[in-house]
């Protein structure tokens, strides 16, 4: 296949466990894959290294020249944010506002700086997926921080499909909303847990390279839940009260 004609992906957080199967499967299927990061995936065609900021604005800035110097007038094909993290916490710990910050800076921030990449580099039908969470559909009393930051994610994402919003035409944007997802520092802090109703990341991968080329896309705005219950996940679309 020609350089030219080569599937082209972005995965934010491509270093993360989740990222770096994604950049481990797009590759697989010969895509040319760019990784966003704090550090380097080697397996990824390229990278672009972010760098830590207190400030949002000055960590989009960067961010987003370098992706637009890299790409010039390419166009990809997705843009795959995977970034995140987790910390608990209720509303009266020590750790709230550090551990809001936390989420917010993981969640939000490269949710945000995602959308805006794929207004000014996402082909005309191309796919953004965002990463939410299934528990964040309600309240999260033990994990405020956590709760507060993937809601807002759905939000984004569900602000994304409708109309000019600025994503390309015929372009899609979804979120997941996985309940545990099975990575190596969830099964170090959780031995004992059920790994059987967790999500595996080969899975969540795979379905990515579907809705990419363009097998069985849920709609754009959708919020889909992914469910594992011994070792075979649903994924479904969230219904809201007085939708069809």
């Known amino acids: 296949m020609a350089a030219a004609e080569a599937h082209r992906i972005i995965i934010y957080g491509g270093k993360g466990a989740l990222g770096s199967k994604c950049v481990e499967y797009f590759k697989s299927k010969s895509w040319w894959v760019a ?5 380097a995936n080697e397996q990824a065609n390229v990278n672009v290294l972010v760098k830590m900021s207190e400030a949002f604005t000055e960590q989009a800035d960067q961010v987003t020249a370098d992706v637009s110097q890299l790409l010039g007038e390419n166009k990809v094909d997705a843009i795959l944010c995977v970034a995140g993290g987790w910390a608990g916490g209720s509303a009266k710990a020590k750790s709230l506002y550090k551990n809001s910050d936390l989420m917010w800076k993981q969640s939000v921030w490269t949710s945000v700086i995602s959308s805006h990449l794929a207004t000014k580099h996402l082909k005309d039908g191309g796919l953004l997926t965002l990463a939410g969470a299934k ?31 600025g994503l390309p035409p015929g372009s899609a944007a979804i ?12 099964r170090k802090s959780m031995p004992d847990a059920d790994f059987g109703s967790w999500t595996p990341l080969d899975f969540v991968a795979e379905t990515f390279y579907n809705w990419t080329t363009g097998v069985e896309r849920p709609a754009s705005g959708s919020l889909m839940e992914m469910v594992t219950t011994g070792g075979k996940t649903e994924t479904t679309p969230v219904q809201f009260q007085g939708s069809s």
């Open 35 to 39: 990784c966003i990061d704090m550090v």
């Open 135 to 165: 528990a964040s559909l309600a309240g999260t009393p033990g994990m405020i921080g956590y709760g507060m930051a993937k809601a807002a994610v759905h939000q984004l994402c569900q602000s994304l499909a409708g109309e000019n919003s």
């Open 175 to 186: 979120a997941i909303l996985p309940v545990i997802l099975d990575t190596p520092m969830n």
